[in-house]
């Protein structure tokens, strides 16, 4: 929904922390300059202000990355949800069975932001680490938080009905899109081959919390010779370890509950 009063200055600068997020430490004034498309005496103001504030800080060669007030404020935000402590405890046991990366994340609007991760011995590198974000649409654990939605709202979350394909598999648009949702409802989870990132297999499930509010998803991630060998340990899995985070998060199934 929209707001009704918003305040530019601040849409502006949150713009510009999201750009430095991307690419930290290599884009100079100019550089933001040109691809916010914004004037440069504005962008000299809010980066001057910002770093004032402590939320980026200046590096040699005048770049910029994200700075230590915007690191407290994102470990105060943490603090607030169990859901973290819960994650690394339980999805160790899930990463000891399987031997494979497992991540967090919640959406963001059309993303999905990655909260944490629990890394298994594979030599996978994962292109999404903590604090990135992600096209909800093309990742596993994206999917299957968009999968609460209806067509209408997701015709609101995506008014362009086209996908950006991040690969050559990415799901194309939103009627395909709204056609892997609702199997991820019935199944209770969805796999998604090689739609982020080429080479890769994922398998996700949802998380609730005691208002029967999905508020997260858990994935593996994994390697296709790998995935052939795991994937239905590791769709088995993802949902034990789902339903563990849900019930510690408060959640009772209604369908087994008195």
């Not at 949702?181 to 199944?187: G, P």
């Not at 739609?195 to 398998?203: A, Q, T």
């Amino acid at each position: 929904m929209e707001p009704k009063y918003r305040v530019p200055a601040i849409e502006k600068a949150n713009l510009v922390l999201n750009l430095i997020a991307r690419e930290p430490a290599q884009l100079r004034l100019i550089d933001i300059t040109r691809s916010l498309e914004f004037s440069k005496s504005t962008v000299h103001s809010l980066l001057g202000t910002l770093e004032y504030l402590g939320w980026i800080v200046k590096d040699k060669g005048d770049t910029y990355s994200l700075g230590p007030s915007l690191g407290a404020l994102s470990a105060a935000y943490f603090r607030q949800f169990n859901i973290l402590q819960s994650f690394y405890l339980e999805a160790a046991k899930s990463v000891n069975r399987i031997n494979e990366n497992i991540q967090l994340g919640i959406l963001d609007g059309g993303n999905v932001v990655y909260l944490a991760k629990e890394e298994g011995n594979s030599p996978v590198r994962l292109v999404t680490d903590p604090g990135m974000n992600f096209p909800a649409y093309a990742a596993a654990i994206g999917k299957i938080q968009l999968s609460q939605y209806n067509y209408p709202q997701l015709e609101k979350l995506y008014p362009e009905r086209q996908l950006e394909g991040k690969t050559p598999y990415t799901v194309k648009d939103i009627d395909e899109l709204w056609t892997q949702l609702e199997s991820a409802r019935r199944k209770g989870y969805i796999c998604e081959t090689q739609e982020g990132s080429l080479g890769f297999f994922c398998v996700a499930a949802p998380i609730y919390n005691r208002e029967n509010r999905l508020i997260a998803g858990v994935s593996f991630t994994m390697l296709e010779n790998s995935w052939n060998v795991k994937k239905d340990e590791a769709c088995e899995e993802i949902i034990n370890l789902a339903q563990r985070l849900s019930i510690q998060a408060g959640y009772i199934n209604p369908l087994v509950s008195n």
